[in-house]
Structure formats: structure tokens, C-alpha cells
């Protein structure tokens, strides 16, 4: 969960995480203006260094950051033409074990690693992964752009795609007509559309959104978050769950409520960064780095790229939300870069 307060115009952004039985606690200040959609002024833009950087920059990992993956490798291929890139979408799941082969530059993820993943990872290596938190994505629930629902609770989500109903519901919610649609809509099933196991976005939706609970089996697995995007604009009474960045003009993405009786919350920026959109949360990149170690110049300078002006309007341009000053600047120290 991602939590933002106010206080004199400006807002701590915070983070908690679990790694291996450590509860870890990211805070940052951020000013107001990066509360709407907009790169933290405090972030400089990239400068490239002298000398050769050069060689193969490989993501393994995430779809969901597939195409912010080739607007970071376009855009630094602009300062080092001689960079060679690929990246391959195969879900968050492939990434840990790619970077522990070492058949990947970078682990693109859009969930945090799991503690077997980490200890598999510090087995091999001695030392944990590093993650990068590189950007704040909206999980959207989204519906074909003729749908007339307003918005659904958590509840109603988990009722929706849950075979387990961990939120509570009493009943299983299968047509537009139990949620109050009436007219045409009143009998029509709903088609559901989703991810499959070793997404990130699966996992998440999973945790968060069915409370820990179980996918029903009628939900069409698709194999990436643009299939889902496209499977529900082709489907007058679907509805489907992808990153914000994956939103076209023929689905809406509807506002979510944290509880059935609570406000419902549109995935915008500005709520996102509030914390009071219920489903934000980091996108990262991971690296293997040795703690004390000194990155050769291909990681260090495409992470010091993402992490900059430059790097973060490249996550503006995908239609997410870029990290702050404070967060970029704390990514850096750790893996060794002032």
C-alpha cells in the first residue's frame, strides 16, 4: 500500500516491506506539485558521462513493464548508440530467476519479491537482491467504455472474480444486473478477463483484491496486460484487471472503493500519491548488486538514467507515475551511487 499525509503542503510518501521476515520502511517528503501528475522538480536530467558504456542490456520480467522497459532502453540508447538491448515480458516471476542465471541485465517487476525468492537469490550469491523502486502504477479494474456501472467496492470486485469470496459477500455476483444495471445489461453475464500465475499483476490482484483468495475458473487467462485491455474492449460486458499504463479510450477505468459503504476512488494521479486510491503500488527494477561492490558502467548508468528527469518523463509518457527525488536518490546509495 502506498500512503501519502499532508502537512504544509507537503506529503510523506511510505512504504512498507516484508523481506525475509524484516519489515522494511521507505519514507520520503514529497512536495505538493509532485502530487499531481508531474516529475518531482528536484530530479536533474540525465548526463551522460564520458568514456565507453556499452554492451547488453537485457530486462527479464515483467509485462505489465514491457513498454516502460523500451522507453528507458530507447531513451539511453540515445546517449550510448553502442547499447544492445532485448526484453522479454514473461511476468514478474521470471525475473529473480533470470538474474540469478544470469541471463538478464535488470529483473523489471511489478510486485515485490517473495521471501523463498530471496533466500533462493541469497543462497546462490550471499547477499540479497537489490530493488529499485522506478515508478507507481495504478492497478485499474476496467470495463468496456459503454458500461454504465460507476464504480465497484473491493467486495464487489473479490464477489466478481473470487471463487472464495474473502471479502465477504454472501452471494457469488455473476451478471451487470446484481450490481444495478439495468435495461439490457440487467441479465447479461459478466465475462471475466486476467492474468496468468506468474504475472505480477496476478499476484497482486490476487493479494489485494480478492483478499488472498482464489480465482474463479471462468476467468480468461490472457498472456499479457494489453490482451486484457483489448480482450474487454471487444467485449461489451467484460471487465478485466491491467496496469494504468495499458488504459485506451475504448475501456473506462472505474473508481474503487476500499469498503463497500466508502467513497469510490478514480485511479488518478492525485490519489494515487494520497494513498487513498486502494490499488497503487511500486513497479521495480532489481539488480544484482554486491553490497560494498562498484557497478560496471552499463547498470550504473541506465539506473542513474531511469532514476533522473529524464528517465521518470519516460514513465509519464507510459502513463504512470513517476518516483520522487527522495526515493531515487535513496535507490542510488544503495547500490553505491552518490
Given at each position: 500500500?502506498?500512503?501519502c ?14 523481506i ?74 521470471s525475473?529473480?530467476?533470470a ?17 523463498s525468492e530471496?533466500?533462493?537469490?541469497k ?33 464487489q ?62 476467468v480468461?487467462?490472457q ?93 509519464l ?22
Amino acid at each position: 500500500m502506498l500512503f501519502c499525509t499532508t502537512s504544509n503542503r507537503l506529503h510523506v510518501f511510505t512504504r512498507f516491506v516484508l523481506i525475509s521476515g524484516i519489515l522494511l520502511l521507505f519514507t520520503s517528503v514529497i512536495p505538493d506539485i509532485a502530487c499531481a501528475q508531474k516529475v518531482d522538480p528536484e530530479l536533474k536530467p540525465y548526463e551522460p558521462v564520458g568514456g565507453e558504456v556499452a554492451g547488453s542490456l537485457k530486462g527479464v520480467g515483467s509485462d505489465t513493464m514491457n513498454n516502460l522497459m523500451a522507453l528507458w532502453t530507447e531513451g539511453f540508447k540515445n546517449f550510448y548508440p553502442s547499447v544492445r538491448e532485448g526484453i522479454e515480458g514473461k511476468g514478474s516471476s521470471s525475473a529473480p530467476p533470470a538474474l540469478m542465471e544470469g541471463t538478464s541485465t535488470f529483473g523489471p517487476m511489478s510486485r515485490p519479491w517473495k521471501p523463498s525468492e530471496i533466500d533462493a537469490f541469497k543462497d546462490h550469491f550471499g547477499y540479497p537482491p537489490t530493488v529499485i523502486p522506478s515508478a507507481i502504477d495504478m492497478l485499474a479494474v476496467y470495463v468496456h467504455k459503454d458500461n454504465p456501472i460507476k464504480g465497484l467496492s473491493l467486495q464487489q470486485v473479490d464477489a466478481i472474480f473470487s471463487k472464495n469470496r474473502n471479502g465477504g459477500m454472501k452471494k457469488p455476483i455473476m451478471t451487470w444486473g446484481e450490481l444495478g444495471l439495468t435495461g439490457e445489461w440487467q441479465d447479461k453475464p459478466i465475462s471475466l478477463y486476467g492474468r496468468n500465475s506468474a504475472s505480477g499483476t496476478y499476484g497482486y490482484f490476487k493479494e489485494h483484491a480478492l483478499f488472498k483468495g482464489d480465482f474463479k475458473s471462468t476467468v480468461k487467462e490472457q498472456p499479457g496486460s494489453s490482451s486484457v485491455v483489448q480482450s474487454v474492449a471487444s467485449d461489451k460486458y467484460g471487465i478485466g484487471y491491467s496496469g494504468i499504463g495499458y488504459k485506451t479510450a475504448d475501456v473506462l477505468a472505474i473508481p474503487i472503493g476500499a469498503s463497500v459503504d466508502g467513497e469510490l476512488i478514480a485511479p488518478e494521479a492525485s490519489n494515487a500519491y494520497s494513498g487513498a486510491y486502494p490499488l497503487s503500488r511500486f513497479l521495480y527494477l532489481s539488480v544484482n548488486y554486491k553490497p560494498g561492490s562498484e557497478l560496471e558502467p552499463l547498470r550504473r548508468e541506465f539506473l542513474k538514467y531511469v532514476l533522473s528527469a529524464t528517465g521518470q518523463g519516460d514513465v509519464l509518457k507510459d502513463g504512470y507515475l513517476p518516483v520522487t527525488q527522495k526515493i531515487a536518490q535513496k535507490s542510488l546509495i544503495s547500490i553505491g551511487v552518490e
